[in-house]
């Protein structure tokens, strides 16, 4: 694939690797309802008024074999005898690897290749967070099993809109699927293993109040993502 933004290390790329990459890719992570959409969108434009190609995206359901993944891991299905079907932590982590080995390969790569910048709400750090922070599995198994899924790709900027669960949660509108139904204290954990995943990595995230104003989250984006343009 070449000097993109992808290192088989697993980690993510440096400016000098951007400048000689034609593709870009960025990333949006919280817990639901900090505004990630809203903010992905922004970009979007803002990426699009300065002459780029974008490609906008997500996880899990950024393939059609991620739709399928994605109905299976967020609305809670019954089995014949009306009996709610659950899913093991193990097998819920699997699930997740499967839609982003899957999302690599067909949308992200081919797309950065191309000289486009890849914006997907939700990626690798999600499922640390989930599943490693909100389901109590281990780190180092999840990140192992993400990395060898996408054959070490990182994006070159993360930013975390961070807020208290308890609050992102009254942003709500309509039913909550099972992540968002997990509880309060799955949603507290997830919400800290952000945190310490973005202390661990400085260089790559930048994490936003996201209980600010729309305006004054963009504020704080549109600078940075100027930054790694130029």
């Known amino acids: 694939m070449g000097q993109e933004a992808v290192l088989n290390t697993g980690q993510s790329a440096t400016r000098q690797d951007i400048g ?11 817990v639901d309802g900090v505004g990630k959409t809203t903010q992905v969108e922004r970009l979007r434009v803002f990426l699009e008024s ?23 891991l ?4 019954t089995d014949e005898e009306g009996q709610e079907v659950d899913i093991s932590p193990r097998a819920e982590a699997l699930l997740f690897a499967a839609d982003r080995a899957q999302h690599v390969a067909q949308v992200i790569r081919p797309a950065m290749d191309a000289g486009a910048v890849v ?6 750090d999600s499922s640390l967070a989930y599943q490693a922070g909100g389901r109590e599995l281990t ?39 099972r992540m968002e139904s997990a509880g309060s204290d799955f949603q507290t954990r997830t919400r800290q293993e952000f945190l310490k995943l973005a202390a661990q990595e400085r260089q790559r995230f930048r994490v936003i109040d996201a209980s600010q104003p729309i305006d004054q989250v963009w504020r704080q984006i549109q600078p940075d993502c100027e930054g790694l343009l130029a």
């Not at 967020?74 to 299905?77: D, H, I, N, P, S």
């Open 74 to 77: 967020l609305e809670a299905g």
């Open 50 to 72: 300065r002459g780029r190609q974008v490609v906008v995206t997500r996880e899990p359901g950024g393939t059609q074999l991620g739709v399928a993944l994605r109905g299976l």
């Open 119 to 124: 914006i997907s709400d939700r990626y690798l």
């Open 139 to 177: 780190a180092a198994a999840i990140r192992s099993l993400s990395l060898w899924a996408t054959d070490g790709l990182l994006p070159a900027r993360t930013y975390l809109l961070d807020m208290d669960p308890a609050l992102s949660h009254q942003r709500f509108s309509g039913a909550a699927d």
């Open 20 to 30: 000689r990459s034609q593709g870009l890719f960025i990333s949006f992570e919280g």
